[in-house]
């Protein structure tokens, strides 16, 4: 079983969304420039909010980055379809806070 089909196998849309609200008003203080870079790149609002929140900046180079987590694959290449889009928030949800 490859990274991507065990985090969509654990993807519960429910959590992630009362997950992703959790960073509503820290989102707020985000710098709107990284906010639409991100959305430049085409990721989703909701990643995008979640990962700006905890990374900051940061969060736009490590989208790139082979992270071994997800199967040595960058978070960049979850963003091709909805299932992968899905497995990247279980994973984003897995991550160490």
Do not use: H
Not at 68 to 73: N, T, W
């Amino acid at each position: 079983m490859s990274m991507k089909e065990l985090y969509l196998a654990e993807f519960n849309q429910c959590s992630w969304d009362s997950f992703v609200l959790l960073f509503e008003e820290a989102y707020l203080n985000v710098d709107s420039t990284w906010a639409e870079c991100a959305e430049q790149r085409g990721i989703p609002a909701d990643i995008s909010k979640v990962l700006l929140c905890e990374m900051g900046e940061y969060a736009l180079r490590w989208m790139d980055m082979k992270v071994p987590a997800l199967g040595d694959e960058s978070p960049a290449s979850y963003l091709g379809n909805k299932e992968d889009m899905n497995a990247l928030r279980a994973a984003i949800m897995r991550m160490p806070r």
